[in-house]
């Protein structure tokens, strides 16, 4: 089933409100259109005579050694989408030996969720997403529950100071998860009763100090995530960030910034391998992760697909939507000529409509 098919399903499945949530973005949506827009600006230029008949596409990630160049991205409120929620799609990134990125507004806690990967993994490469918390003692209650559960990487984004104002919820209603689902990693924090949930905050006060406090308070590397200016990059890698991802939010906070992908080639330039850059919004063909990678990306991020797949299918969903990324990146990567990932080079891009 297509990636197309597998929206269509998901569409058909869902309570519409919560479909409207899963696609929805802020504003007028105009990043979140741009986001896949984008990719049709940048044109693959192949090189010749010079590939192999097996190609070699895994990538060296932080906590995740010879992975596949396609990860999944946070996305909240699995449960919502299908009962098995985040174990399945756990269960179906072990299976694909992609790394999987859980979050803070998860509906299944972070043990829970490694625990299904183990299931389909020996050792499966799990990342625990956070939001920095203005009590610095959340979040190292959150960064220790991440490691105890056996996380290998912490991811913090840094692109929310203030929630995103989402329009399809405001238009319907949805401010809060119904009855019987809570983001399970806010549950049992400090300064709350027992048992009880406190809510995922917002601050715009929040500094790279506190994200460099962070990295100090922890032994397993920490990417950051939602950074599209080439000056944040350098302040990440100055404050301890063991990578970069580049990302608007799906286009969920900011209506007014570039699509990801045209962000890429600046941030990649400001860090200058010193750590690796991922991207994050947009992707929806392996041709997609091909012009990310040849741009400098080291891997990419998927969201929405991998929802939809598990909306449509559950775990067996999410595995269609990651092996047809992964299968169509190899075939595109033949065709460019490239017998591994970093055959693919910045000389082979082109923009529309441009001569070269």
């Not at 899963?22 to 990043?31: F, N, S």
Request: include cysteine.
């Amino acid at each position: 089933m297509t990636l197309r098919a597998l929206h269509d399903a998901a569409r058909r499945t869902l309570d519409p409100v919560h479909f409207d949530y899963l696609a929805g973005g802020t504003g007028e949506e105009r990043v979140l259109a741009d986001n896949e827009r984008a990719f049709d600006r940048y044109l693959l230029l192949p090189r010749v005579l010079c590939g192999s008949e097996t190609r070699d596409t895994a990538v060296d990630l932080p906590g995740a050694r010879r992975t596949a160049p396609v990860i999944v991205a946070p996305t909240a409120f699995h449960r919502l989408m299908h009962p098995d929620g985040e174990r399945a799609a756990a269960r179906a990134a072990a299976a694909e030996g992609v790394v999987l990125v859980t979050g803070t507004a998860a509906t299944t806690a972070v043990d829970g969720v490694v625990e299904a990967a183990r299931e389909a993994a020996p050792d499966p490469a799990v990342w625990f997403q956070l939001y920095l918390h203005p009590r610095q003692e959340v979040t190292e209650a959150l960064v220790r529950r991440a490691e105890t559960a056996g996380c290998t990487a912490l991811v913090v984004t840094v692109d929310s100071p203030v929630f995103g104002r989402h329009t399809r919820d405001l238009r319907n209603g949805f401010t809060d998860l119904p009855p019987g689902y809570a983001a399970e990693n806010m549950r049992d924090l400090p300064g709350a009763p027992p048992g009880s949930l406190i809510d995922i905050p917002m601050s715009p006060a929040l500094s790279w100090r506190d994200f460099g406090e962070t990295v100090r308070m922890t032994s397993l590397p920490v990417l950051v995530k939602g950074v599209l200016h080439p000056a944040d990059a350098r302040l990440a890698v100055e404050h301890g960030a063991a990578g970069v991802i580049v990302s608007n939010h799906g286009g969920r906070q900011c209506d007014a910034v570039p699509a990801a992908v045209d962000c890429l080639p600046a941030v990649v330039g400001a860090v200058a391998d010193r750590v690796p850059v991922l991207l994050d919004g947009g992707v929806r063909r392996g041709s997609d992760v091909a012009v990310a990678l040849a741009l400098g990306a080291a891997a990419v991020g998927v969201g929405r697909p991998v929802v939809w797949g598990l909306a449509a299918g559950g775990e067996a969903g999410v595995r269609a939507v990651l092996g047809a990324l992964r299968d169509e990146y190899d075939h595109t990567l033949a065709l460019c000529g490239g017998r591994r990932n970093t055959d693919l080079t910045k000389d082979m891009i082109v923009r529309r409509g441009e001569t070269w």
